[in-house]
């Protein structure tokens, strides 16, 4: 009996897996992904078989690892951070849907970019948040730019992904522009770079600091609610203990 | 020189724990937390020191780690779930900001109800979502439906935690009343419960249904955009590549 796990890895680093991540890694005799990733996870498991396809490949790369899978295979699909938030469980269990004859299929979840690239910064999603793509690759631009003005109204913090790509160099300071037109400058906002990563690293920088700076796409992005701050050098969107206490 | 790690250690398994948690358990010398998951993990650590604050003890939880970390002790805060996403990291850094004298403050990511319970799901957060705690002790529920009003007006995915506690029966009844002021009360959504733990389970239902269901403080909430639909039994809310392919 042939079993499919789509797998969130985390930021890179194999500390940052959970212990069914890895479990899910050793027992599966085929690991497929992004080649990023796949070529990160080689070295470490250097019997096993790989399948890679590159960024636009997700359709034939969820397909193969159904098939796979569905002649009797262990298969590992791995997607960088989790499993489903911008990852590819949701695209393997549409494609299973139309299929009769269907493997076992597992969701194994991992520590996505908010939480890793928050964690960098200190804790920029300490309340309430929307994560929000800035690729326009699937989504209209129009619906993204709605979703920004819809966080910007509910002072929602905001984690941003894929804040540019080769093609799409102006998205982050766009994003920014529809933010500013209602949320003050001077709010604090962070970006993390290559998290778990070599050249990890991350700045704290005002919302129209932001707007001029180049991201690309090893950077995940923080934007503040009207209640984050500078708290020593790191980025915090206070949950309210501190104001409960002192009657604020 | 002492240190104060601020761990999340997911949803409460073993196996749902990165490495880097793991290791700043082992690493710690003592370990607290909010009695719960203290109580989760001191049968796997029987010769750690444990000190453990309940539901509202938690400025003097992270007073207590902090102070212990400044004498030059090795201290793992844990929190269930992830560090940051209504987590102690915030509170943290923000009484730290107020001492003269600090030990080294890690925060070590974990896995997130939102991903955990997902994956146990399906892919309901594959696209834009929102996250928000529904717990009035530290917001004002008017922000609370001020929030949902706006995730709803922006077709984002949602993700509810504190649906209910002890206090609060009625909190996610009322939550559903906001969102069915403009969603359609056929959205896909879904009820995660008992993560990772015994009595683990999930299900699938409407926003119509799911108005009237109970919830408690280890059920976490998801609610569709207007794309999210039912897949195999699971729910699915699809990014776009099966439409990308298909010229719809």
């Known amino acids: ?18 212990g069914r991540a890895s479990r899910a890694l050793e027992e599966a005799e085929l690991i497929a992904g992004y080649t990023v990733y796949i070529d990160l996870l080689r070295p470490y498991f250097p019997e096993k078989e ?13 397909r193969y690892c159904l098939e796979r899978a569905a002649e009797g295979r262990k298969v590992a699909l791995v997607c960088s951070g989790d499993a489903g938030i911008y990852g590819m469980a949701g695209l393997v269990l549409e494609l299973a ?30 309340h309430d948040f929307c994560v929000i793509s800035l690729s326009d690759r699937l989504t209209d631009w129009n619906q993204i730019e ?16 894929n804040p540019a790509s080769r ?14 037109e209602s949320k003050d400058p001077q709010t604090v906002c962070g970006i993390a770079r290559n998290i778990g990563r070599q050249g990890e690293s991350f700045r704290v920088l005002s919302l129209a600091e932001l707007q001029k700076t180049e991201a690309d796409m090893f950077t995940t992005v923080f934007v503040g609610s009207s209640r984050s ?17 002192e009657g604020l």
């Open 1 to 18: 009996m042939g079993k499919l796990s789509v797998v969130g890895i985390g930021p890179g680093d194999l500390q940052s897996m959970t």
């Open 50 to 62: 790989f399948y890679s396809t590159g960024m636009t490949g997700e359709l034939a790369r969820c």
């Open 97 to 126: 849907e139309q299929e009769s004859s269907l493997p076992e299929i597992e969701i194994v979840p991992g520590v996505t970019a908010a939480s890793s690239g928050a964690a960098l910064l200190g804790a920029p999603l300490g």
């Open 146 to 161: 709605k979703r920004l003005r819809c966080a910007a109204e509910g002072d929602f913090a905001l984690c941003l992904y």
């Open 167 to 180: 093609a799409r160099r102006d998205c982050l300071a766009r994003a920014c522009a529809v933010l500013l």
């Open 229 to 245: 701050r500078k708290c020593g050098g790191r980025m915090v969107t206070p949950r309210g203990y501190r104001m409960l206490e």
